[in-house]
């Protein structure tokens, strides 16, 4: 089999699929090592595919280890504004030959991941922010 020029391929990616910048899908990428050393390895030298909502969460800790309270605004930057984007990612991706999936992979597996403001905004807000936007125990 030949190797992927991933490069290249890309380009015909961003170039078919206008709507993410090139930069998203390598941070895509990144993430996707992030996570598969997160989850560990199946076999010596063998590492194992790893769902949607590992991937998820392995982007969620990748961003803000990347990027810190500046994850949001970089991602918002690629056009990438929820889980289901990273989905569509994904499977540009694959239909491109730059990642494999199983036959249970869906983009289904990527809707309703996690809100993006708790999870790139809520972190760095001071305490008494993020508790105020919590309704009060009188409030409920």
């Known amino acids: 089999m030949q190797a992927v020029n991933f490069e290249a391929v ?3 990616i961003v170039r078919d699929d206008p709507r993410f910048h090139r930069d998203g899908y390598f941070f895509l990428r990144e993430a996707l090592d992030h996570t598969q050393k997160m989850v560990g390895k199946v076999k010596k030298d063998e590492i194992r595919h790893v769902s949607g909502k590992e991937l998820l ?7 803000l280890e990347q990027f810190g309270p500046m994850t949001l605004t970089v991602l918002e930057e690629w056009g990438i504004r929820s889980c289901e984007d990273f989905g569509e990612m994904v499977f540009n991706m694959v239909g491109n030959n730059l990642l494999a999936k199983t036959e ?3 983009r289904d597996d990527f809707k309703d ?3 993006f403001d708790d999870a790139f905004r809520q972190p760095f ?3 008494n922010k993020a508790s105020a ?3 009060s125990a009188a409030e409920r």
């Open 113 to 115: 991941g996690f809100n």
């Open 133 to 135: 936007s919590q309704p």
């Open 57 to 63: 969460d392995g982007i969620r800790d990748y961003g």
């Open 10 to 12: 890309l380009d015909k």
């Open 104 to 106: 249970k992979d869906t």
């Open 125 to 127: 807000l001071p305490k």
